[in-house]
C-alpha cells in the first residue's frame, strides 16, 4: 500500500522559513515517479486548498496567496518531495499534506503542523 510522510512542520516567527519533506518509504522509486506530488493545507475552519503541485506535464502549479515565497521540488533518488516556504505569514498556518495521484490511484498522507506566530 502507498503511504506518504510528511515532515518538517513546526512553529516559527512570521518571516521565518521551513522545509517540508514528504516521503515515500514504501514503494520502489519506478512506482513513485508515476505520482503526480503536491502539497495542500487546511486552516482551522476552511476547507484544505491547493499550494503547490507539479503538473503531469513537468511543471508547477502555485497558489497565488504563495507565489513568490514557497517553492515545490522533488528529489526522485530519495522518492522524496519538498516544499520550501519563506517569509512565512500568521495565514499560512495550517496541517499541510502531500498528495500523490496516478490515473487510478489518490493518496494523502496524514499532514503536519505548521504554526505562524510570534
Known amino acids: 500500500q502507498v503511504q506518504f510522510v510528511e515532515s518538517g512542520g513546526g512553529l516559527v516567527q512570521p518571516g521565518g522559513s521551513l522545509t517540508l519533506s514528504c516521503t515515500a518509504p514504501?514503494?520502489?522509486?519506478?512506482?513513485?515517479?508515476?505520482?503526480?506530488m503536491g502539497w495542500y493545507r487546511q486552516a482551522p475552519g476552511k476547507q484544505r486548498e491547493l499550494v503547490a503541485t507539479?503538473?503531469?506535464?513537468?511543471?508547477?502549479n502555485v497558489a497565488d496567496a504563495v507565489k513568490g515565497r514557497f517553492t515545490i521540488s522533488k528529489n526522485n533518488s530519495k522518492k522524496t518531495v519538498y516544499l520550501q516556504m519563506n517569509n512565512l505569514k500568521p495565514e499560512d498556518t495550517a496541517v499541510y499534506y502531500c498528495?500523490?495521484?496516478?490515473?487510478?490511484?489518490?493518496?494523502w498522507g496524514p499532514g503536519t503542523q505548521v504554526t505562524v506566530s510570534s
Open positions: 514504501r514503494i520502489i522509486l519506478s512506482t513513485f515517479t508515476l505520482y503526480t
Open positions: 507539479f503538473t503531469s506535464g513537468g511543471g508547477t
Open positions: 498528495r500523490g495521484t496516478t490515473g487510478e490511484r489518490d493518496t
